[in-house]
């Protein structure tokens, strides 16, 4: 039976602080409310609570309650409270006035707190003997734990709102990324699949990769889209299709990243993307770090594709130029895009295997020449991808599927063949069957890639090549306009700027889309184009940059629907700076003023000088500007934790200063601006691309506030 010692209660009155009375009857009855409620759970929690009795004063005197007694010994701890706190009120004084001020500190400690924790543990405060242990914790301290889970340590629950506010910044948690369930329909799950194997093959060397356990990639696992969600597969996937378009000293590798360095490295990988001619536009960084299915494949195959065709290309395979047709112009075979090019290289190779076989007399099937103009149906059958395959490796892939009257057996034999020559990527046998266009063409890239199979040119036919091809080709300022149409997300695709610019719709849908509204669709023929369609086209375009105050000196609709190279840069960078200074201007906070050349020089100056570095420069043209340490340092003004100075060379020779070019893109790619331009155009210091890099990170830093 528990007993009560009231000699023992006055000796041990410092070990037990009964809450202040409240001074006012509701408050009172609220107490004693609270008293009877949890009595039960008191004595549980802190042990038989004990209270000093004023009214008597005896010796070894012991009360013993007797058992089924508790609703008298409830009564008698409520009197006992009553009584405290009236011989309190009474003697205010100076240890009255200490424990108000212990009320007020606790709290104030104890905001926050959940309720019920509150009524359980505030009420009363245990002070430990010496000896005596808290489980948890030493020297008389509470254990909290917070909504979390976290352990807050709190002593003799007096704590102040600053040092909860400490323990529980200690203790908390690094936030993670919870996932939403994945639905992954059919086709797919066999996307997924191809994409797995293709870059298991493309990166499967990168030792990171594998030390990060990043690869390999696994088949028929979910696995896939965790793993490019931090974007480090994604970024190593575009420096092995364009080599250095990433500086990797700025992406973070490490096998565990958290969110913010994730967060950073899928910026880095957007504005990447788009800058090479992904069309980002619906992307964004929390669905590519969530894994969600479409977003993830979507911006796999655009990676995929564009490494694909990046060499579909005269200027790096001048070999293509076997391809021209009898009398045909080189400037006409310039102006084909990639997919033509392989079509045609597709051609050749046919017409070749045709002609051979017309020659033997092997198959009467052959004596009809058969070409394709598409990627789907007109391979379906395998005919084609056959031929295609005998001829690029003769030895292991023979002609035995054109025996075979089965489509899906004879599309298997040539998936077996492909893979014999180490080409069997990104298509399987249904695919052919299916005529998918995508994967198609993904697999002929593939078979272009690694067996071209073209003579190469002759010392006289190169030197012949250099003297026309690059002239009629333009300056890289064409490669940058034609990223800078694609980051709009015009349709179609733009890969040759001046022959998909000759009808006027690229131009009109990059003007609308730079002023919303301006265009009169109704006054544009969009179908079934003859010359003089595309020329009135493009007086229209010519017409809209006049209203918005473009300098077009002797450019007329005609030249642009010629594909006049030196015209049709001069229309597209005036349209390309009207798009930047009237975002400039709509972010500024200069009340509608029009923004110059001359502002933009002023502000990334004024952001150099107050870092405290000493880079400045005069013009956009200013020769230091080649060793990329003003670019730098206005970077660092923006985002001073991108940038380390470590990896900063002093650009004493030409590949010191690329190394700082490459750095400083790929620091402002990082940040999220959108750059076009590549490192040999800083270090070359060209004004107009410069300008153009100068203005993003002023639209970055306004749109930032």
Sequence with gaps: MPKRNFEEEQQKKKRFIAEPSQTNNENENKNENENENEGDDEDKSLGEPVFEDPFLDVEEEEYTFEEGEDDEEDRLIDEDDED???????????????EQDDEQEGE??????????????????????????QEGEEEYEYVYEDEDGNQIEQKSNKKSNKNQNQNKKTNKKEPIIVREPRIITVEQREETNLFVHYLNDVLGSDQLLIETKR??????????????????????????????????????????????????????LLSTAKAIGANVVILNTRDISQGLVAPVLNLSWQLIRIGLLFNVDVQRRPELCRLLNAGEELDNFINLNADQILLRWVNYHLM?????????????????????????????????????????????????????????????????????????????????????????LGFICVLFNRKTVLAPLSAEESAKLNSELFDSQGSREARMFCLWFNSLGVEP?????????????????????????????????????????????????????????????????????????????????????????????????????????????????????????QTRIESFKDITLRNSHFIIDLLYSLAPGTVNYDLVTSAINEEEALQNAKYAISIA?????????????????????????????????????
């Design 493 to 613: 695709f733009v890969s040759n700027l001046f022959n998909d610019l000759r009808d006027g719709l690229i131009l009109l849908n990059a003007i609308d889309k730079i002023i919303p509204g301006i265009v009169e669709w109704n006054k544009v023929r969009k179908q079934n184009l003859n010359k003089y369609n595309q020329v009135e086209n493009c007086n229209h375009v010519i017409d809209l940059a006049k209203k918005l105050k473009l300098s077009l000196i002797g450019v007329g609709g005609t030249d642009i629907a010629a594909g006049k190279p030196t015209l049709t840069l001069a229309l597209v960078w005036q349209l390309m700076r009207a798009q930047v200074m009237i975002m400039l201007k709509s972010l500024s906070t200069t009340g509608g003023k029009e923004i110059t050349e001359k502002d933009i020089l002023e502000w990334a100056n004024k952001k150099v000088l107050a870092t405290g570095k």
């Design 215 to 268: 690869l390999p990639l696994k088949i028929e696992d979910e696995s896939f889209f965790d793993n490019l969600s931090d974007g480090v597969i994604l970024l190593k996937l575009i420096n092995k299709a364009i080599p250095n378009t990433v500086d990797e000293r700025v992406v973070n590798m490490k096998a565990k990243l958290k969110i913010g360095e994730i967060t950073e490295n899928l910026q880095l």
């Design 84 to 98: 405290m706190d009236r011989d309190q009120d009474e003697n205010e004084g100076e240890e009255g006035d200490e």
């Design 108 to 133: 104030e400690g104890e905001e926050g707190e959940e309720e019920e924790e509150g009524e359980e543990e505030g009420e009363y405060e245990y002070v430990y003997e010496e000896g005596e242990e």
């Design 352 to 440: 070749k295997a045709q002609q051979q076989q017309q020659q033997q007399s092997v198959n009467n099937a052959l004596k009809t020449i058969r070409m394709i103009d598409n990627f789907g149906r007109d391979l379906a059958d395998s005919y084609c991808y056959t031929l295609l395959l005998n001829q690029l490796d003769s030895q292991q892939c023979s002609l035995a599927a054109l025996n075979e009257n089965d489509l899906n057996k004879r599309a298997q034999m040539v998936y077996e063949n492909a893979s014999k020559i180490g080409c069997g990527f990104l298509i399987n046998s249904d695919l052919i069957v299916r005529a998918s266009v995508k994967m198609n």
């Design 669 to 705: 790619r990082k940040i999220g601006a959108t750059i076009f331009l590549l490192p040999e155009d800083i270090i070359e210091v060209r004004q107009k691309m410069i300008f153009t890099f100068v203005a993003s990170l002023m639209a970055l830093a306004l749109a930032a506030k």
